[in-house]
């Protein structure tokens, strides 16, 4: 540690922001006092390591010692604090009625259930920083709570790749290194055992970006995944007090193009994810936004937005996209700032090891036949109006359609694939639309085409037998490199 800068600045009730550029890390470290990152609190002497353009801010309450000077005295963190409180509140009530025990006072004003709380606002507002400090600072209470956080956002990537949206419970404070892995470090390849915050979240694959190339199939999907989360923590007493944290895309807030203006509230009225709901909703500019709500079931709560958000434009975000299919694949690999190559931490380790999680995927070649891959019709459908007076459509939004890999231009090659779990044993149970039912067991990349052998060849997590089964392409590419 002894290339560390020298001058240092102290601040109190403070937050300092750190951005790394795709080709620099910064290495930091809390000297003395106490400070946080999203809620993971930064253990004294211990070094941490960001990079891969990753946007942090690090957040004291009663002051520390930092190694670099940019200081922001505006800050929501009190705000989200009282709503932890409020949360935990729940959490304890909750806890108490699952066990018959003594509850809180009905007159403190404790709402019944436990917290389930719907996280809105437009993009850049910090919806995902908002749902990471409250689920870090619900597992730091001490109290062994689990809560379930739930990402529907598909152009965020969550636990494993973009287009995704899952629901994984968390135990250990979330830590924030990369936007290759923004909630954390999932098992792929490497045994769950080589990380202690591995995690092993249910996924379903939307396979595009944006929540307007086909809000039909993201509305299935989340109820599939609401369904699965409530089935759960109803046979997980600590899980469900815990309650569920829920980050949603900027269409929520704002809904979608050309729909009714009551549309940003149809995934939350349904009550997928419980009976009632509480919105933290974010403004786009900074202050207190009270919001209201048409339906019973949803309770509207008050908050900031973080300020000095960065705003992250289109080639930054199809650049973490990039990031996190790469992340999936090998892992993550981030080197110490130069001049620190060789250098150790203050428990003697490297620093090389501290972004370092090498993962072996497997490249296999298999035939065509092997294989079962569906395309779902999206945003290539023609609209309703474009179809002649009294004309009924002959396919749905949501209509799987079978692609055949020795078809030209059926745009495989380099394809980001979802291997779907298995389809029902009984044949009498099954129907045209499983495939958009069906969780995700791994991704696979089809890095390259044998059209005259009817073979393909394919990059996966990690070795298995994947012949009879199914995969479903999206909309994004990846290239080997």
């Known amino acids: 540690m002894a290339d560390a800068p020298e001058e240092t600045r102290e601040w109190s009730l403070g937050q300092r922001r750190n951005t790394a550029s795709n080709s620099t890390q910064i290495l930091l470290w809390r000297s003395r006092g106490h400070a946080e990152v999203f809620g993971l609190e930064l253990g004294e002497g211990t070094t941490y390591l960001f990079g891969a353009e990753c946007k942090a801010a690090v957040y004291t309450w009663q002051g520390c010692r930092p190694s670099t000077e940019y200081v922001s005295d505006e800050t929501p963190m009190a705000a989200y604090m009282n709503l932890h409180l409020a949360f935990e509140q729940m959490r304890v009530r909750a806890l108490s009625k699952t066990r018959n025990s003594p509850s809180l006072d009905e007159a403190a004003g404790v709402p019944e259930g436990p917290p389930r709380v719907l996280v809105l606002g437009p993009e850049n507002a910090g919806k995902t920083t908002a749902c990471k400090i409250l689920a870090n600072y619900a597992v730091r209470a001490g109290q062994s709570w689990a809560p379930m956080f739930v990402n529907v956002d598909p152009g965020e990537g969550g636990w494993t790749v973009p287009g995704t949206i899952s629901a994984c419970p968390i135990n250990m404070p979330i830590p924030t290194q990369t936007p290759a892995s923004p909630l954390g470090s999932t098992a792929t390849s490497a045994p769950t055992a080589l990380s202690s915050a591995a995690l092993l979240p249910l996924v379903y694959w939307y396979g595009q970006s944006e929540v307007r190339q086909n809000p039909l199939l993201l509305d299935r999907l989340i109820r599939n995944l609401g369904e699965n989360v409530n089935s759960r923590q109803d046979n997980d007493p600590i899980g469900k007090s815990s309650g569920i944290i829920i980050d949603t895309?900027?269409?929520?807030?704002?809904?979608?193009?050309?729909?009714?203006?009551?549309?940003?509230?149809?995934?939350?009225?349904?009550?997928?994810?419980?009976?009632?709901?509480?919105?933290?909703?974010?403004?786009?500019?900074?202050g207190v936004c009270a919001t209201s709500s048409p339906y019973s079931s949803i309770r509207c709560c008050t908050s900031f937005r973080l300020n000095q958000v960065v705003e992250l434009d289109l080639t930054y975000r199809e650049r973490v996209h990039r990031y996190q299919i790469q992340n999936y694949m090998y892992g993550q690999h981030l080197l110490p700032p130069p001049g620190l190559a060789g250098a150790t931490t203050s428990a003697g380790d490297d620093l090389a090891d501290l972004g370092d999680s090498h993962l072996s995927p497997i490249s296999t070649a298999i035939s065509f036949d092997d294989l079962i891959i569906y395309r779902i019709i999206g945003e290539s459908i023609a609209p309703s109006s474009a179809l002649p007076i009294g004309a009924m459509r002959a396919v749905s939004e949501m209509q799987p359609v079978r692609i055949d890999p020795a078809q030209k231009g059926s745009g495989l090659l380099n394809a980001v694939l979802a291997l779907l779990a298995p389809l029902n044993p009984d044949e009498?149970?099954?129907?045209?639309?499983?495939?958009?039912?069906?969780?995700?067991?791994?991704?696979?990349?089809?890095?390259?085409?044998?059209?005259?052998?009817?073979?393909?060849?394919?990059?996966?997590?990690?070795?298995?037998?994947i012949t009879g089964r199914t995969a479903v392409m999206g909309s994004f590419e990846w290239v080997d490199q």
């Open 428 to 465: 009498n149970e099954r129907y045209d639309e499983e495939v958009l039912d069906l969780s995700v067991a791994a991704f696979l990349v089809v890095s390259a085409l044998d059209m005259h052998n009817r073979k393909m060849t394919v990059l996966m997590p990690s070795p298995g037998l």
């Open 249 to 286: 895309p900027s269409s929520f807030a704002a809904g979608i193009s050309g729909a009714a203006s009551d549309k940003k509230y149809a995934l939350v009225k349904t009550g997928m994810f419980g009976s009632t709901i509480s919105v933290v909703k974010i403004p786009k500019s900074g």
